[in-house]
């Protein structure tokens, strides 16, 4: 699930929603809410209802994602974790500087939780609407050089349907500001340009174990140890 306002100010949902097969959910989209700051928000850091949702997602057993979410906030998340945190689809900051890429020390800070950093495929976040295999392999290297192949993955965010994403940024400028990038004609790494990233990669020595982890293995370890994690009583 994307970002918290689906619960609202329940915290009981939260383990309704992993009974029903929820294992990730981000804590904000962009904006501030009742959790904490977005990362093209004024952001105030996590809130004390925040810190309630993140223990009860380590509790059941929900990865707590912090792509969308404010430095702040993402810092405040990061310290005070006991599993493994991810950023679903976030980019480096280090190769192109937007609000809602995350700079060096966040990409380390979230793989000493045993996390994983996901690079989504926007062209506005890889360089300038660059939506090009080479861009794109250029951020999945930069955190591997930094924490390893372990602690990246693939997370294109792609999407199918261009008008509606044009219609939804037209419509929702605080969410989608263009002073930010957010234009109508944004260009997405389209999945059929995954083969070409994996040559790249391996044209730069990435072995095949490696590659593995970063298509889907990280992903898939983090997930199964979400789905694996028996629910604790409350005293």
């Given amino acids: 699930m994307e970002g918290a306002n689906a619960i609202a100010n329940q915290i009981s949902l ?4 992993r009974e029903l097969g929820v294992r990730w959910m981000s804590l904000v989209y962009n904006t501030n809410n009742l959790v904490g700051g977005g990362c093209q ?16 997602m380590e509790r059941v057993g929900m990865l707590v994602c912090i792509s969308h979410t404010g430095h702040r906030t993402a810092c ?11 950023f679903s689809h976030s980019n480096c900051a280090a190769l192109q500087a937007h609000p809602r890429n995350i700079p060096d020390a966040m990409i380390r ?13 926007v062209g506005i976040f890889l360089g300038r609407n660059d939506s090009s295999s080479d861009a794109y392999a250029r951020h999945v290297d930069h955190v591997v050089q930094i924490v390893g192949p372990e602690h990246a993955c693939i997370a294109l965010d792609y999407i199918f349907d261009m008008s509606e994403l044009d219609e939804l940024v037209s419509k929702k400028p605080h969410i989608f500001p263009s002073g930010m990038g957010y234009m109508s004609g944004m260009r997405f790494v389209a999945p059929e340009q995954l ?3 994996v040559a790249v990669l ?7 174990e490696d590659l593995q982890k970063i298509l889907g293995g990280n992903l898939a370890r983090l997930i199964q140890e979400a789905s694996n994690c028996s629910v604790r009583s409350v005293d």
């Fill in 14 to 17: 939260i383990e309704l929603y």
């Fill in 41 to 56: 928000d004024e952001d105030t850091g996590l809130t004390p209802f925040g810190r309630q949702v993140v223990a009860e």
């Fill in 76 to 86: 405040d998340v990061l310290n005070l974790a006991t599993r493994p945190v991810i």
């Fill in 109 to 121: 800070a979230c793989a000493r939780t045993g996390g994983v950093v996901g690079l989504n495929g």
């Fill in 195 to 197: 083969t070409e990233i």
């Fill in 202 to 208: 391996q044209g730069w020595g990435y072995a095949d």
